[in-house]
């Protein structure tokens, strides 16, 4: 499969999943993280159990297709680069496996569309280290059919860490990441747009703030884009109006800047889950956004706080898969549903 992939980006990123001093990427987890010690939360809903998923997982991501939940790519503990890939059906609460990944992916992001999920750009593991990585421009696209992937039309610029959301017409927008050269001084604003109708890419105009290891969420013809870093953790929230194609600053959530979150669109509001920083440590908050009255609304935090998670909205609640526990390279296997 390697000799049909399009060329990656030639410069070497080297990360700490998602805490890293912008400074100094390479700057490996602590052992005792902060403590962030947030304000009591409002108890606005509740936390269940689901089944766990076959692997510890952080830095990967999910997308929901027909009610059901697909997760590939990310770190794995005891693996660099995990190529399996999972569906999670809420109906019987279990998960099951998947045709793996062609290659690993981490920073990845997921979206799904008309029968078919799509995984977008990412970094791949570079022969010198599991956590070293490469901005790719790869498009891999799994048939839910055929239980099959295949390569599509490559990205207009290799891209990790960046957001990605799906409109209901079709078209998977990406924002923002890292872009070629794979280092901290490479965090883009891009806005590469692929139109799963024909197959072909494009560009739309990029929104004013540079940032990666943030989260993107498509509601009622906008897309939102929200938290991430580009040196410094941001708590800004910015949207772009599909009609229009003019992009706006909206209130900032109330929590302090945090990167490696989770955006998720739920009921008519924008939910940003989690995430963490080098000086607050690991965040269990869950806020939304409300498009109507532009006010933030905290509701009933995760049991344990979690960075680099995958968030999917069901018809009943929001699933929380995976994703690290303390700051860097950790992991989880813990699946839980948020119930309003």
């Known amino acids: 499969m390697s000799s049909l992939l399009p060329t990656t980006a030639a410069m070497l990123l080297t990360l700490s999943a998602c805490a890293a001093d912008p400074d100094d990427p390479a700057a490996p987890a602590t052992e005792s993280p902060p403590t962030h010690s947030p304000e009591p939360q409002p108890e606005i809903g509740t936390w269940t159990d689901l089944a766990d998923i076959p ?7 999910v997308a929901v297709l027909d009610g059901e939940i697909y997760m590939a790519g990310g770190f794995h503990q005891g693996q660099g680069g995990p190529t399996p890939a ?3 059906d809420p109906g019987t609460d279990s998960w099951s496996d998947l045709a793996p990944l062609p290659e690993p992916r981490h920073h990845a992001p997921l979206t799904a569309y ?3 999920v799509f995984v977008v750009g990412g970094f791949s593991h570079g022969a010198e280290h599991a956590y070293h990585y490469h901005p790719t421009d790869t498009l891999f696209i799994y048939d839910v059919a055929d239980d099959s992937w295949r ?30 050269g794979g280092t901290a001084a490479d965090v883009t604003n891009a806005h590469q747009v692929y139109d799963t109708t024909t197959g072909t890419w494009d560009t739309l105009p990029a929104p004013e703030l540079r ?22 953790q941001g708590n800004e929230l910015e949207a772009y109006d599909i009609e229009s194609g003019r992009w706006s600053r909206l209130p900032d959530a109330p ?7 989770a955006v998720v ?21 869950v806020e939304r956004y409300d498009p109507a009255t532009r006010t933030w609304q905290a509701v009933t935090p995760m049991r344990e706080g979690r960075h680099g998670l995958g968030a ?12 690290g526990p303390r700051l860097g390279i950790s992991f989880t296997d813990t699946t839980e549903i948020w119930r309003p």
């Open 312 to 323: 999917a909205a069901l018809d009943d609640g929001i699933v929380l898969v995976g994703g």
């Open 255 to 261: 929590t302090v800047g945090r990167s490696g979150v």
């Open 151 to 180: 390569l599509g039309p490559p990205l207009p610029d290799p891209v990790g860490a960046q957001a990605v959301t799906v409109t209901d017409h079709g078209t998977v927008h990406v924002i923002g990441g890292v872009g070629e």
């Open 265 to 285: 669109a739920f009921q008519g509001q924008i939910y940003v889950i989690g995430g963490e920083s080098v000086a607050q440590g690991v965040f269990d908050e």
């Open 211 to 232: 940032r990666e290891h943030h989260g993107a969420a498509y509601l009622d013809g906008v897309i939102y884009v929200a938290a991430g870093r580009n040196g410094a």
């Open 55 to 61: 692997q510890r997982r952080t830095e990967f991501s």
């Open 86 to 88: 999972f569906r999670y």
């Open 114 to 116: 008309g029968g078919e």
